[in-house]
């Protein structure tokens, strides 16, 4: 019988601490990406998204623990690392002087890319990000958006593993963000891994199949997107709307242990249930059996920005 | 309604800022340093003669001091706020033009006034060993002031009209020598017309005819006292007139301009004469890019090998003019001065470039990404020495082949081939070089250590090109002590030799040692420092701003 290894995790960080003087920017992080995985990384303003990211494109060393991408420590092995990441900082320079395609080219060679091919890398990729149009303009010239594609191309360049990139979308229009999204989710299906930190958790909570809440420097939580909100379902919410007597299908759920609270809000009754592993059935079933006449039963689905501002006490360093 | 409230606010952040105390320290360390230099060699001569020698000397130091205090301090402040966008939140306000001027004028200049005025009781040594008359003092001091505020008022003026900083201390640079030195270009204007006079015109609105003005020898008695009142006068006014306009400028060059068709196609051809049409840029990105990445993406501007031959060119061409009009003399007394001129210009420019590249690329953020690459801090620091190399080295041949035909035609003019020199010569054009190689190590430690490319380059010709002259005159200050005080004869003390030997040591010993100490930071800490992001109280000068908030503390 032969057993296969269980696959690398792109992503793996055990005990990872990293102090500045007397402060704890990351306290222990205990962090495991998959590969292929479009991760979001979510935390308040100070809370240790960027230096973990930092961290892990081997711009900063870790003060303690260790930091794996794809089996290579970060410290000790920051050379070939780099040869499989891509990262995009949150805030990153460009020469406004040069063309599209010189930037690309120079990155290329940055990454030691032969030169007879780096014209069809460089074509390839500004393809991928709908730049192929803008190859001769200067890049003082693009706007927001495009100059974040850029930044987006620049780090395909090498054809990297795991990309990292820190607030990709920020300070985009909507058309720009849906495009950027729509970006990334064509990466992960050639196969890429993606972290992406971000504060549109909106956007994150379509585009991710699991995220991580950092606060403080600490995981909170890490998994699937469904994960966080089953632990955060205590007390989640449904909306019943009846067309007989609203007063006698309060008084039917109020008498449920089930339900911890029932009220009438603009025409509806706000339920909220005991207790997460509880059936919502049980809500539709007594009323039905106590003879009100349903007409709408909705469950609350609560929101990846609902469940972060739930598990995070909006504590920074 | 408070009048200058800016002015206010800022004088009272400027005055509790640490580098307030650390430049008034420096200055007055400075000037005690350079009057106690004095004192020492000039102990056989009479303390009349040694008064009179110690205020010609600071008096010239404080001056350059005071003419070069714009570049410094106000050449790149408003060019600054408008290249990072902020000049535009100011208007947004109530806040005028002047208010504007005036309260960055306030923030950027105190520090330089304070070294000033800490310049002054060390001038004041000199009343007391005689020699100079009170009235002679305070004619210096008050040209001395106006000379600061002129300076400052020029940078101001440069800075409302540009957006690089380059540009900007250029302008300013230029203003200030252009009309220090009127006086000079005047007696050769004079010179080529075969006058025996010099026009008024090209003494008043000198800052430097000035302070010639301001000394007893030339004031007393002569035509120069009204000369004198007349161009204070006049620098004075043209220092407000700066104001006044940086101050209508203002208001209306903070805002993006839409390009105009004709302009936007005047700037294309710009780029394109700066940096080739597309198939050249094409060829010398292949070229370069297989060499090494950091040397393409440093080479890429084709004027800047070229600056350096014009400014080169416009040397000679005015040590062509001085030598056909002042003739052959010229040849044995100006090729030296000729020389360190060429060099200075070298070496400047060498510090200026050396330091950019890492300071602003650290600055923008472009640093950041390039260390996300596998390029190595040895390739990155490789690329950006053969990129100074590629701009220098020609210009540098042209300058030593220029320093061999000076020494041959001015040793033929004297009919002798003196070995001391020669000596001299020698080791001009060695240290030249040797220095220009140590700037290419220090120079990028500091520009990557600081926000300000021009203030690393200030830091690095300081460690390189000053600290040697300075170690020089304090040897000579130790000789002369022992030669006088303690009576000890050193054996061939006073020869020729013996000095340029000391010097060419000198040079030497702080060129190996700061190449050493920056080559070491460079490959250990470069990855550290570069993508650390600035934030207040790091970067530029550390120990600077240490010493400035210790000294604050001590007193209080």
């Known amino acids: 019988m032969s057993t296969e290894a269980p696959p690398l995790p792109a992503v793996q960080t055990a005990g990872l601490t990293r102090a500045f003087g007397a402060l704890k920017a990351l306290d222990a992080l205990e962090l495991t990406v998959q590969k292929g995985d479009l991760f979001g990384f979510i935390g308040s303003n100070g809370a240790g998204k960027t230096t973990t990211l930092r961290i892990l494109a081997t711009f900063l060393a870790p003060t303690a623990g260790m930091a794996r991408v794809f089996g290579r420590d970060v410290a000790r092995e920051a050379d070939a690392v780099r040869h499989v990441i891509g990262y995009m900082p949150d805030f990153f320079g460009v020469y406004k002087d040069m063309e599209v395609t010189e930037y690309l080219d120079f990155f290329g060679a940055c990454y030691k890319i032969p030169a007879a091919q780096r014209e069809k890398t460089v074509g390839d990729v500004l393809e991928l990000v709908g730049l192929s149009e803008k190859k001769g303009a200067l890049i003082g010239a693009l706007s927001r958006g495009m100059q974040q594609r850029l930044g987006l191309a620049r780090v395909l360049i090498h054809d990297p593993e795991l990309l990292l990139l820190d607030e990709p979308a920020s300070g985009l229009d909507p058309r720009a963000r849906i495009e950027m999204m729509a970006i990334l989710q064509e990466l992960q299906r050639m196969g890429k891994t993606i972290i992406i930190s971000s504060h549109i958790l909106r956007e994150l909570e379509t585009l991710c199949n699991r995220v991580a809440i950092i606060e403080k420097g600490r995981l909170i939580y890490s998994g699937p997107v469904q994960g966080v909100r089953d632990q955060m379902a205590a007390g989640r919410v449904l909306w019943v709307t009846v067309s007989s007597d609203p007063v006698q299908a309060l008084e039917l759920l109020k008498s449920r242990p089930e339900v911890a609270s029932a009220e009438p809000v603009d025409g509806r009754i706000k339920v909220t249930l005991a207790g997460a592993e509880i059936d919502h059935s049980v809500v539709a079933h007594t009323l039905v059996t106590g003879g009100a006449r349903l007409t709408g039963l909705q469950e609350d689905e609560l929101g990846l920005e609902e469940v972060f501002l739930r598990v995070t006490r909006g504590e920074t360093q | ?556």
């Open chain 2, 1 to 556: 309604m408070t009048f200058l409230p800016i002015v206010e606010r800022e004088l009272r952040v400027a005055a509790r800022h640490g580098s307030a105390y650390w430049t008034r320290w420096a200055a007055a360390l400075a000037a005690m340093a350079a009057g106690g230099w004095i004192y020492l060699v000039t102990l056989r001569d009479a303390p009349k003669e040694t008064g009179i020698i110690l205020f010609v000397t600071l008096t010239i130091l404080a001056n350059l001091y005071a003419l070069l205090a714009g570049l410094r301090a106000t050449a790149d402040s408003l060019s600054e706020e408008k290249r990072e966008g902020t000049l535009g939140l100011l208007f947004l306000t109530d806040l005028k033009g002047y208010d504007i001027v005036l309260g960055k004028l306030a923030a950027t200049s105190l520090g330089a006034f304070y070294g000033m005025l800490a310049m002054f009781p060390v001038m004041g040594m000199s009343l007391l060993l005689g020699g100079v008359s009170p009235g002679e003092f305070g004619r210096v001091i008050l040209v001395s002031i106006n000379n600061l505020l002129f300076s400052l008022a020029a940078g101001m003026f440069c800075s409302s009209i540009s957006r690089e900083d380059r540009k900007a201390m250029g302008a300013t640079f230029l203003i200030v020598v252009l009309l220090a030195a009127l006086p000079l270009l005047g007696m050769l204007a004079s010179l080529s017309l075969n006058s025996r006079t010099l026009s008024p015109l090209f003494q008043i609105p000198s800052p430097g005819f000035t302070v010639f003005a301001a000394f007893d020898v030339n004031y007393r008695g002569t035509r120069y006292q009204d000369a004198y009142w007349l161009s204070l006068a006049l620098v004075h006014g043209l220092a407000w007139l700066f104001l006044i306009a940086a101050s209508l400028i203002v208001p209306r060059c903070w805002q993006d301009q839409a390009s105009r068709a004709g302009l936007a196609g005047l700037g294309e051809r710009l780029r394109q004469r700066r940096y080739g049409l597309a198939s050249v840029r094409l060829d010398l990105r292949r070229r370069l890019l297989g060499v090494n990445p950091m040397l393409w993406l440093a080479s890429r501007d084709r004027y800047k090998p070229a600056a350096v031959f014009v400014a080169l060119a416009a040397l000679g061409c005015g040590w062509l003019w001085i030598y056909l009009e002042a003739g052959r003399y010229f040849l044995v007394g100006g090729a030296i001065p000729t020389a360190m001129a060429a060099h200075s210009i070298l070496k400047v420019w060498f510090a200026n470039e050396s330091c950019r590249r890492f300071s602003e690329d650290r600055r923008s953020g472009a640093l950041e990404l390039l260390l996300a690459t596998p390029l190595s801090v040895r390739e990155i620091l490789r690329g950006q020495r053969l990129a100074l190399w590629r701009q220098f080295a020609w210009p540098t041949v042209a300058v030593l082949a220029a320093d061999a035909l000076l020494l041959t035609a001015s040793a033929a003019r004297m009919n002798r081939l003196d070995s001391s020199f020669v000596q001299v010569w020698l080791a001009g054009m060695t240290v030249l070089v040797w220095d220009l190689h140590a700037l290419s190590w220090v120079g990028p430690w500091m520009g990557l250590n600081s926000r300000s490319p021009n203030r690393a380059a200030t830091a690095a010709l300081a460690r390189i090109c000053l600290l040697p002259w300075m170690l020089f005159a304090g040897w000579i200050a130790a000789l002369a002590v022992c030669e006088t005080v303690l009576r000890i004869h050193l054996p061939g003390r006073f020869q020729e030799g013996v000095f340029i030997g000391v010097w060419f040591a000198l040079c030497a010993l702080t060129n190996i040692g700061f190449t050493a100490w920056a080559g070491s930071r460079l490959r250990t800490r470069f990855r550290e420092t570069a993508t650390q992001r600035f934030d207040a109280g790091r970067g530029a000068g550390g120990w600077g701003r240490t010493l400035g908030l210790w000294v604050g503390r001590k007193t209080g």
